[in-house]
């Protein structure tokens, strides 16, 4: 089953850009692509995940698993996100135990929504 990680390429934490400044969810777009990705995880660069106040913001989700909003991200959290998409993935309902998740996962946790009922 495949992994589905969106990440908001826009998102500028609230944070002006100066003149041709990449945002900061577009650099950990880019700093996740360079890391190691997890096997059966997909990258998927969005343009907003309307989580502006709480930006640089990501989401975790695959069928049939609780998924999940993270948010006030940067690029050095790239190795922690990828190692907690890697948990994310080997849990079959997308519930991953608190004590086996990143320390980012526990405290930068925005949303968890419920599997969509088939």
């Known amino acids: 089953m495949s992994v589905t ?3 908001c390429t826009t998102c500028k934490a609230n ?3 100066a ?5 900061l969810g577009a650099r950990l777009h880019a700093a996740l692509m360079a ?3 997890p096997q059966g ?8 995940l309307s989580a502006c106040a709480q930006g640089a913001a ?3 989700s695959a069928p049939g698993r609780w998924s999940y909003v993270y948010g006030r991200l940067t690029e050095a959290d ?3 996100i990828l190692l907690g998409a890697a948990a994310y993935a080997e849990a079959a309902d997308g519930l991953v135990p608190w004590r086996a998740r990143p320390v980012i996962f526990r405290k930068q946790s925005l949303a968890r929504i419920p599997p969509l009922e088939s």
């Open 5 to 7: 990680l969106h990440v």
């Open 35 to 37: 890391g190691d990705t």
């Open 78 to 80: 790239a190795p922690d």
């Open 19 to 23: 003149e041709g400044e990449q945002p």
């Open 41 to 48: 995880l997909r990258i998927v660069g969005v343009e907003c």
């Open 15 to 17: 944070l002006p850009l």
């Open 58 to 60: 990501i989401a975790l």
